[in-house]
């Protein structure tokens, strides 16, 4: 919604339960990160939802990840990334900017 975009008008999201598809379609490339976290719990045997898992998942937001040739802050790359969708519906950009996700680490 900083964007200027209405996250109940989805792209390929849509449920009728769902009251922010776009919010999902936006967040699919960011899920190898979380997905990740959610793997290194689960190794660890961590299969409550506690202040602890919560954390590591929070945490996320802090974290720098590889976005263009530059190391950002989740949570600003999330920001870049739904400017980028708004500049796109509005015919100033071709490209959507979404972060890189490195395989095997």
């Known amino acids: 919604m900083a964007s200027g975009l209405l996250p ?6 849509r449920n009728y339960y769902d009251a922010f598809p776009l919010a999902d379609d936006i967040m699919e490339p960011y899920r190898p990160f979380i997905d990740q976290i959610a793997y290194k719990l689960h190794a660890a045997k961590k299969k409550k939802l506690d202040k602890e ?6 945490e996320l937001f802090y974290t720098n ?5 530059q190391m950002v802050q989740l949570g600003t790359c999330l ?3 739904t ?5 796109f519906f509005m015919g100033e ?5 979404y972060p890189r996700v490195a ?3």
């Open 79 to 81: 920001t870049y990334t």
């Open 93 to 97: 950009t071709k490209n959507i900017a």
């Open 53 to 58: 898992v919560k954390a590591s998942f929070l």
């Open 65 to 69: 990840i590889p976005f263009g040739e």
């Open 103 to 105: 395989c095997g680490s």
């Open 83 to 87: 400017a980028s969708v708004a500049k």
């Open 8 to 13: 109940s008008l989805g792209i390929f999201h």
